[in-house]
């Protein structure tokens, strides 16, 4: 199918600088129930978390469980 | 809310203070943690203003409402050796405490069920692996997001309260339609979609049943969530369970079964409690 692209904010930030995912960690990858987080290479071949797919629950188990507060769940635009 | 007398308020602004901030406890921390954020980016305070509600949901889930998967008092449903507890069984006001509770009922009855029990055989799996995977045997189609979307749009616009019959009716050829699309054109391209894919499946069936169960209920109960503006409350006929079954052509039939006589003696003055929650625009004008 032609894909399209539209802009839009996503709501879960990961500081990459914080994210320790080259050390293994991979935990709001998985305590996320939506499925919606991954750990994706960056431009300087390290590692960090973030958010692949628009559809979060906004239930922050991410936030909370992050180990080094790497990640913030914002209230995306739509939803002020 | 749609209508001309919405919207509909969470009214808390008369409670005392430790009150709301109890209130307010559960609702932000325990409901959803990001609901504070949520007042707090739109300086909304329950304190000092009603706040506007809205319904988003398609309702099958016992937690706000009194349906639910079917279970007896050991949180069997239906299927023996299967169980059901939590916000999807038909316990009321089951949250997280009523779902370690009969969560605890449920894991004490199997327990005696499977003693002396053997896996049993299931014919359906390979039709089942048929209907899961096809979303993957597709080169194009419909992607998941877009068919729940469309879902929900449907069950929000024309199965929420105040209930019109010729709306429902709507909804249930165009649900119709998208099942047909659903069945035949949805595509996915990795797990991650297929597992949306079975959501929006799950989601439809969801408002199937709840589209059918509203148009059977022939009256109208439970303050807002059943108001069918054709008809008007009906103990004679509707004061009784009514049960959604799968009909042997594949669509949802009903039947309706007795209310078991309280446990506990509730007062006559007590029984109708519920309805007493509300306030009236006109009362809360006149404050
Ligand atoms: S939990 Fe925190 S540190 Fe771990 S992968 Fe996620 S963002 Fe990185
Ligand atoms: S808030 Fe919930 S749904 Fe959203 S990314 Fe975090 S864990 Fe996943």
Redesign the interface.
Known sequence: ?PLAQTATTVPVVVDNALCITNKGCTVCVDVCPL??LRIVETDDGTKTAYM??D?CW???PCE?NCPTNAVI?N?TYL?? | MQGDKGPVYLKLDHLAEETVAEIERGLHIVERPTRGHFHQGRGTDHRNQMIEMHISAIGVCAGDSASGIFVDKHARTTIPGLYATGDMANVLHNYMLGVFTNGAFAGLDAVDYIADRDFASFDDAEVERVRVLAPTKRDDGIPPNQIEYKTRRLGNDYLQPHKVTARMALAQQRLEEVREDMENGMYVRNDHELMRALEASTILDCADMAGAASMYRTESRWGLYHNRVDYARDDENWFCHTILTKGDDGKPAHRKQHVEPYIVEVDDDEKDAYYKQRASASSVAAE
């Open positions: 199918m499925d919606v692949k797919y559809e906004y239930c922050m909370a769940v209230l939803l002020k």
